[in-house]
T-cell receptor
Framework: AQSVTQLDSQVPVFEEAPVELRCNYS??????LFWYVQYPNQGLQLLLK??????LVESINGFEAEFNKSQTSFHLRKPSVHISDTAEYFC???????????????FGKGTHLIIQP | ETGVTQSPTHLIKTRGQQVTLRCSSQ?????VSWYQQALGQGPQFIFQ???????GRGNFPPRFSGLQFPNYSSELNVNALELDDSALYLC?????????????FGPGTRLTVL
């Protein structure tokens, strides 16, 4: 069985400051890792994913995440946040070879990123 | 390219009733998954359909059932509704089952059970 822990339920930061949203996972097998963003009253949008290869993955809007196998972590970072980044962020994991398939994605409880002007 | 669509957007039912939620997958996608997102929680996997058959299931009772149609659209049926079934129900589609494919989510249906 897999599990995902997002250590912070809420993270307030000032606009243009850096931010890190923490995600740790537990799994007995190799995994794929995802970060999704959910804006108010909307569904989930994929922010970035780690499937294989380089452990540092980047999104088109300035976010990046680094897969650390020894620490079983996949923390999300952005060097300078904007008001528009205010949203709920979810870390998710799936078994290698499943990819959100027969066992689905396992999500954390989410981190609410609050950008203060 | 049309994304994942879900209907209705909101629904209010009473305890004991039955409900059907609908999902149209993104063009070119043949796999549909359903998730339940309770307030303040992350989504929880209900089940997945591939080639019109249930391909995997999470920890949900049999009163949660589904269908997938030849055009890859899908339905989620919930019988004997309970108060705890109140949640946002999300549908996600992907091009292929497994192999690390990204899941594309719809906007969800918010179900309230009174």
């Amino acid at each position: 069985a897999q599990s995902v822990t997002q250590l912070d339920s809420q993270v307030p930061v000032f606009e243009e400051a850096p931010v890190e949203l923490r995600c740790n996972y537990s799994s007995s097998v190799s995994v794929y890792l995802f970060w999704y963003v959910q804006y108010p009253n909307q569904g989930l949008q994929l922010l970035l994913k780690y499937l294989s290869g380089s452990t540092l993955v980047e999104s088109i809007n300035g976010f990046e995440a680094e897969f650390n196998k020894s620490q079983t972590s996949f923390h999300l970072r952005k060097p300078s946040v904007h008001i528009s980044d205010t949203a709920e962020y979810f870390c998710a994991v799936s078994d290698l070879g499943s990819g959100g398939g027969a066992d689905g994605l396992t999500f954390g409880k989410g981190t609410h990123l609050i950008i203060q002007p | 390219e049309t994304g994942v669509t879900q209907s209705p957007t909101h629904l209010i039912k009473t305890r004991g009733q039955q409900v059907t939620l609908r999902c149209s997958s993104q063009s070119g996608h043949n796999t549909v998954s359903w998730y339940q997102q309770a307030l303040g929680q992350g989504p929880q996997f209900i089940f997945q359909y591939y080639r019109e058959e249930e391909n995997g299931r999470g920890n949900f009772p049999p009163r949660f059932s589904g269908l997938q149609f030849p055009n890859y659209s899908s339905e989620l049926n919930v019988n004997a509704l309970e108060l705890d079934d109140s949640a946002l129900y999300l549908c996600a589609s992907s091009p292929l089952a497994g192999e690390g494919n990204e899941q594309f989510f719809g906007p969800g249906t918010r179900l309230t059970v009174l």
